[in-house]
């Protein structure tokens, strides 16, 4: 059985910082690409970030770009986002998600077979 946890959510001002955590188990999890979804109430799902199993490419959103970094361990089966310079639209649920194939030019979630429940991140202004 899969299990996709998040955690490291929560409440900052603009401008502070955040790290998502994200701990999977029931796969070979260095098989797997990993990524960063968020949704805000009444928008769609969009990618924010994935990387690679290696670790050696990674895709931002444009609108994050900059200012979160993904990475990943895989000795410890988790990925991370370090979130910096939040800001009010960043405000969202964050899921992370496993998938079989990596695409380094976008994100669909069609391509991503394990979600998580996710993490709520709130920022104020």
């Known amino acids: 059985q899969v299990q996709v946890v998040e955690s490291g959510g929560g409440l900052v001002q603009a401008g502070g910082s955040l790290r998502l955590s994200c701990t999977v188990s029931?796969?070979?999890?260095?098989?797997?690409?990993m990524g960063w979804f968020r949704q805000a109430p009444g928008k769609e799902r969009e990618g924010v970030s994935c990387?690679?199993?290696?670790?050696?490419?990674?895709y931002y959103a444009d609108s994050v770009k900059g200012r979160f970094t993904i990475s990943r361990d895989n000795a410890k089966n988790t990925l991370y986002l370090q979130m910096n310079s939040l800001k009010p639209e960043d405000t969202a649920m964050y899921y992370c998600?496993?998938?079989?194939?990596?695409?380094?030019?976008?994100?669909?979630?069609?391509?991503?077979?394990?979600w998580g429940q996710g993490t709520q991140v709130t920022v104020s202004s």
């Open positions: 998600a496993a998938g079989s194939a990596y695409n380094p030019y976008d994100m669909f979630p069609r391509d991503y077979n394990y």
């Open positions: 029931g796969l070979s999890f260095d098989d797997y690409a």
């Open positions: 990387i690679i199993w290696s670790g050696d490419s990674t």
